[in-house]
């Protein structure tokens, strides 16, 4: 039996949220339509001091992390991306499944034993 005296998780390899992503995320959801990254921004600096470059990294990071969606759209001033938010759920979903995966990458054996105690109970 393995005995842990002390664990510490990193944010990104459980695949939480940052407090930006998590807030610009809920602005999507609210809005429920596509948004340009000012908007957003726009939203987002009458909360918290926040450069429009750092909306734009989070929110290309939560594309990546395939909780946001994007088209590109074309102006007078170049093409720029428009963003959507997935449903909640589906969020929910792919945030757990993430946290899951990588417990059983980090714990193995332990992760799954674990798991199939706890819901085994149910």
Do not use: C
């Amino acid at each position: 039996m393995v005995k842990v005296s002390r664990l510490v998780l990193k944010r990104k390899g459980l695949g939480i949220l940052s407090p930006l992503e998590n807030d610009a995320l809920k602005i999507l959801w609210k809005r429920n339509k596509g948004m340009k990254v000012r908007d957003i921004h726009f939203v987002l600096k009458r909360k918290r001091k926040v450069a429009l470059t750092s909306v734009a990294v989070i929110l290309d990071r939560l594309y990546q992390k395939g909780i946001v969606t994007r088209s590109i759209s074309v102006a007078r001033g170049g093409e720029f991306y428009i963003y959507y938010a997935k449903p909640r759920e589906i969020v929910e979903k792919t945030i757990v499944e993430k946290t899951v995966n990588s417990l059983i990458e980090k714990f193995g054996k332990n992760a799954v034993s674990y798991f199939q105690e706890r819901f085994s109970r149910r």
